[in-house]
Each structure stands twice: as C-alpha cells, then as structure tokens.
C-alpha cells in the first residue's frame, strides 16, 4: 500500500513516510493509493472479534509496511480498558429523538473525554515507530493547531514519549473554559501550550505555513529534530478513525437489529471533515452506508458546499457552544475532493489555488451531484443545540454534549425532510461534562448556570445524576503551567525559542 499526495497523484510514499511527514512536500494531504477491500470473511472476523482485533486487522490493510508484531504493539499500547473505561472502547448507545431511534456511537470514553482520544491515544506509537522506519534518530516536534480538543488529547498522547516534543496553539477566545483549564494545566517535560490573538483558522495556517517553510526545516534540521504533525490532516489519525466504524456496525448487527449486510446511515457532527470522511473510507472498504448525514452548526460552510457545490469561506465567522465546529476551512475535505473525482489531483489543486487566493472554488453540477447522491448536509444554531439537548433528556434521559445535539437536530430534519428511516449511527464525539454550561442550561433552566466550571459539574451531576468522567473530577485544584499569549504574526519565533533554536 503506497500513499499518493492529493496534489500530486505520481508521488508514492510508504505509510511510515506518510506519518512521520505528516503533510506531503508540496503541502498536499497524504491519501492511500488505492482502498483495500475487506472481503466477507473479513466481516465475519470482525464481527467476532473484540474492538482490538477490529483495529488490528484494518490497519494490517494500511500499514503494509509495518509488521504484525508492530501493528499488534500499538493497538495494546492504546485502547486498553485502564484508558477508555472498558474493553470496548467506542459503545453503541441506543436512544430515541422525536421518536426516531438512533445509535449513538459514543467516542469520548478516553483520558480526555472527547473523541479525539480515539486517534490520539493510538498516534504517538504509529508515530514512533514511523519515525524509526525513516528518520532515524530525528526528534519530532509536533505542532498542534487546535480548536480545543484535540490539543488537549494530543498533549494526552503526547506527553513523556521519548523522542518527541509537542507544541499546541489555541485561539484564545475560540475554546471553552473547562479546555483552556485542560491543556494549561497539562503535565509532561515534553509539553507546552500557548494562545493566538486570532480564531483557529488563524492557529491552523500558521502551522501549516510553518511546515512547509524551508527556512524553519533547515533550522530544525541543524538540531536534529523535524516538524511533524498531529493535526487530523496526519494519515495516523484518520487510520484509527476507520476502526470505530466498523466496529459499531458489528455491534449493531450483534445487538440483533439489523442483518449483516443491511444499510446504514451515518451521521457525524462535522468541523475538519476528519470524523465523517473516516466513515466514507469505510464504505469504500465495502461498510454498507446508504448516506452520510454531515451536520454543522451556524459555521454552515459545509452544508451549503453540499448543497450548491460552492464552498466559500468568505463568510461571517460565529464563535459558538459547539466550538470545536467552529471552522471555515475544512482540511480533510481535500482528500474527498481527491477521492471524489477519482484522484484528480491536477483539479484538487486548481480548487486548493482558488481557495488560497479567492477564499472559495466552485467544484461544477457534475461534482455536486456525486456528491448530493451520498451525503446530506444541514446545520443548526445555538438555541436549536440547547432545544435538543433540553428535549433528548426529557424524552429519553439521556444527555449528550452540545456538538452531539447539532448532530441529532440536524438527522431529526433529515429525518422529516427525506422520511428516509434507514437505522442511524450517530457519533458522539464529547462526554455533556465537557460543556456543563450549556448542558446545564438547557436541562434546567430553573438553575443559574453562571457559576465557574467545576461548580457547574457538581450541579449538572446533582441534577442529572449522569456520572461526572473521571478525567474531569480530576482537573479541580490542578496547577496552571501555561500562561503564554501571541500575535499570529510570532509563532514561528516562539516554536524556535521553546524549542531552545536560535532565531537567527
Ligand atoms: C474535533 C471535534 C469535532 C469535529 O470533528 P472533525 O473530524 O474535525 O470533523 C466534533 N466534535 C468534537 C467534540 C470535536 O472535538
């Protein structure tokens, strides 16, 4: 299995290459060359076995060059039970919206209560041993851009692993409180964090800038180090991604509810475009999906891409209770685009250009049509996102978190908008405590949810009685290491003065 860059179809790199570089040289994104199918005794296989075994047998399709041993070590090194609450890592919650059943997928039993964990737990050990593989004896300096939680899973991931160090920028006022508490309070010798005055588009181009400038690689070089990426652009991250699909598929059948074989629809609440184009890679390697629901909230760039083939970042820009939805430019899209026209890379490019130089591209009728026949888009806005969390708790006491009630608002209008009832899998992607103030609001609005975090999550669990993650009870009284605020215009300066490498 070799990997092609979405700007350049003749490029041709191993998987370890793919991880360790993390974006291709052109600043292409890495996309397999081909997708391995996975035959039906395969499907048996992994309908028997446990989500380890799941893993290990779709990633031994991608990472041929590493060995079984290797691929086995990493897999036992991420999802054990001690990380993620219990053997399965990524459990089906069966629930009812407006009368309509869904199956909730929930990612964010991890150390960090977000589904970020799913990836990021996994990452560092792929990342090892990639770099093993290709660059011997380099240290990796990761670079994190981050719109709240994957910060704080890749500093998770990160931390105390040899042979790396990990630097994460936030848009200062683009994260909640109880995340900004998370990653500023984040332990590990090989860890640190700082602030951007700007929105995380900002963060995201300036990480991609810095990657690809000659200037800052040959500095790193001279040190022995090299940049690498824990982005969701990273080939190691949208990997493990792939499993949990597959995986709650099985359990789906194993529930008794649907034959082996019947159609699915997934529905996943979208920012980078990582998430949902993890689960179009799996219907590619033959998962039954009927359609792809991708729900946004008022940041509905993507909802209206899929509508009207446009996609246009000039546009209003809302910092909203679903932060980590709040997103103009979706990186992960270019490898749909690439795989969508069937590795058109010369009209990827050509669509990359525009939005670099325009702000938006126009992918034409033929294109948008493609793409209407698989995926819905819709979207839904603040007071919508508390509604469904208010009416989700009352109808079936069960609570989710405000980026899964944009999810659940936007499949009920699919729902009443196709009457389509296929069986539904809808991703979870962060535990309801990661949010208390809206979630609180919202189940009781009878109670001030103005106090500070940690107050809220005692309230939130004495109202609801739901249990509080044990990643979050922790963080009470935790010491704030990181302080750090920039301009936009310093970060090269500071990743090189953290990094102790001379500026000049
Ligand atoms: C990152 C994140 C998303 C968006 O996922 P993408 O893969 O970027 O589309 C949604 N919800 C939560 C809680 C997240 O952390």
Excluded at 100 to 114: D, K, M, Q
Aim: with cysteine.
């Amino acid at each position: 299995m070799l990997y092609n860059s979405t700007l350049n179809k003749e490029k041709k790199v191993a998987s370890a290459q793919a991880i360790a570089q993390g974006i291709a040289d052109d600043g292409g994104l890495f996309v397999p060359e081909v997708f391995p199918e996975i035959s039906d005794n395969e499907m048996k296989e992994l309908l028997n076995g446990d989500y380890k075994s799941r893993a290990k047998l779709i990633f031994g399709k991608y990472l041929t060059d590493f060995t079984s041993d290797e691929i086995d070590e990493c897999v036992e090194k991420a999802y054990t039970a001690e990380k993620f609450e219990s053997e399965n890592p990524a459990p089906l919650h069966r629930c009812t919206y407006n009368g309509n059943e869904i199956n909730v997928l929930e990612l964010w039993h991890g150390p960090t209560s977000a589904f970020k964990d799913m990836a990021l737990q996994i990452l560092p050990h792929l990342l090892t041993k990639s770099l093993k593989k290709t660059y011997d004896g380099k240290e990796a300096v990761i670079l994190v851009a981050t719109s709240g939680d994957t910060g704080k899973a890749a500093l998770e991931g990160f931390k105390d692993v040899d042979g790396t160090k990990i630097i994460v920028f936030y848009p200062e006022s683009g994260v909640s409180p109880m995340q900004k508490h998370q990653m500023c309070t984040q332990e590990g010798k090989n860890v640190c964090v700082c602030a951007i005055k700007g929105n995380f588009d900002d963060a995201q181009t300036g990480v991609k800038t810095i990657f690809t400038d000659d200037n800052m690689k040959d500095k790193l070089a001279q040190n022995n180090m090299l940049f690498s990426s824990a982005n969701s652009i990273n080939w190691g991250r949208l990997l493990p991604q792939i499993v949990y699909y597959f995986s709650a598929y099985c359990e789906f059948v194993k529930s008794g509810r649907i034959n082996l074989g019947d159609k699915v629809n997934i529905t996943v609440p979208t920012g980078n475009f990582g998430n949902i184009l993890a689960s179009y890679y799996a219907y590619r390697m033959g998962l039954p999906v009927n359609k792809f629901i991708c729900a946004s909230n008022s940041n509905d760039v993507l909802t209206e891409f899929i509508n009207t083939g446009v996609y246009n970042k000039n546009r209003d820009f809302y910092t909203t209770t679903s932060p980590s939805m709040d997103i103009l430019v979706s990186s992960n899209l270019e490898r749909f685009l690439y795989h969508i026209t069937d590795s058109d890379d010369r009209l990827v490019k050509e669509w990359m250009t525009s939005l670099k130089k325009n702000g938006n591209y126009d992918v034409g009728c033929d294109i948008r049509e493609k793409i209407g026949n698989l995926f819905y888009g819709g979207s839904c806005d603040d007071n919508a996102t508390k509604t469904t969390i208010a009416e989700l708790y009352k109808e079936d006491n069960y609570l989710c978190d405000t980026h899964t009630a944009v999810a659940i608002n936007v499949y009920n209008q699919y729902v009443s908008d196709t009457n389509d009832k296929t069986p539904c899998i809808l991703a979870s992607t962060a535990s309801p405590y990661k949010f208390c103030k809206t979630v609180l609001s919202a189940c009781a609005p009878e109670i001030n949810a103005d106090s500070d975090e940690f107050a809220m999550t005692e309230l939130l669990n004495k109202v609801t009685d739901v249990k509080i993650p044990q990643p979050i009870a922790e963080l009470k009284g935790k010491e704030k290491r990181f302080d750090n605020s920039i301009e936009k215009s310093d970060m090269a300066d500071f990743i090189l003065k953290s990094l102790g490498v001379s500026i000049i």
